[in-house]
T-cell receptor, first 114, second 109 residues
Framework: ETGVTQTPRHLVMGMTNKKSLKCEQHLGHNAMYWYKQSAKKPLELMFVYNFKEQTENNSVPSRFSPECPNSSHLFLHLHTLQPEDSALYLC?????????????FGAGTRLSVL | EDKVVQSPLSLVVHEGDTVTLNCSYEVTNFRSLLWYKQEKKAPTFLFMLTSSGIEKKSGRLSSILDKKELFSILNITATQTGDSAVYLCAVERGNQFYFGTGTSLTVIP
């Protein structure tokens, strides 16, 4: 148990569906992150939130829409995805500004787009 | 362009062997380097390195950073089957973390 919980663990969706991924952290951190992990590629940073404000958006297509209602919760809303979006989506949190800014990860959501 | 390169990409060893995993980086405004172990789920934190030449050690695992040559190594001695995983290296630069592709380690009984 890392203190970061992601749901659902697995998701299969069609290209016309709308779904949301949820992340919750119980570590009191002030920053949360979404990553995409594809086979044989480095983790790709998608979005960063500090104190509920989005600070990074690494050229992510608009079919991915993040939402951070508070410092403990992070959502990733998905719509009209493509098969190449199939991947493991990882959420992480950290204490930005601390001497030890260590990211702690959730178990991820394995997404398959048909 | 900021990047982190890990080598080898994969490694197969026998139980009891010692392995060395490499991580080189080119990241501006470097703050720290982190190592993670990823089995089938969440990457779990192993070490954080900020200063050159100071070894971090935890059981059979150890790691060291060279900020002049821009690399780090992760050593695992007396490997066990439970060490089988993907080992990720990341460089932190404030709000950005740059990851390598990882080294996949398989330990055969």
């Amino acid at each position: 148990e890392t203190g970061v919980t992601q749901t659902p663990r697995h998701l299969v969706m069609g290209m016309t569906n709308k779904k949301s991924l949820k992340c919750e952290q119980h570590l009191g951190h002030n920053a949360m992150y979404w990553y995409k992990q594809s086979a044989k590629k480095p983790l790709e940073l998608m979005f960063v939130y500090n104190f509920k404000e989005q600070t990074e958006n690494n050229s992510v297509p608009s079919r991915f829409s993040p939402e951070c209602p508070n410092s403990s919760h992070l959502f990733l809303h998905l719509h009209t995805l493509q098969p190449e979006d199939s991947a493991l989506y990882l959420c992480a949190s950290s204490q930005y500004g601390a001497a030890k800014n260590i990211q702690y990860f959730g178990a991820g959501t394995r997404l398959s787009v048909l | 362009e900021d990047k982190v390169v890990q080598s080898p990409l994969s490694l197969v060893v026998h139980e009891g062997d010692t392995v060395t995993l490499n991580c080189s980086y080119e990241v501006t405004n470097f703050r720290s380097l982190l190592w993670y172990k990823q089995e089938k789920k969440a990457p779990t934190f192993l070490f954080m390195l900020t200063s050159s030449g100071i070894e971090k050690k935890s059981g059979r695992l150890s790691s060291i950073l060279d900020k002049k040559e821009l690399f780090s190594i992760l050593n695992i001695t007396a490997t066990q089957t439970g060490d089988s995983a993907v080992y990720l290296c990341a460089v932190e630069r404030g709000n950005q973390f740059y990851f390598g592709t990882g080294t996949s380690l398989t330990v055969i009984p």
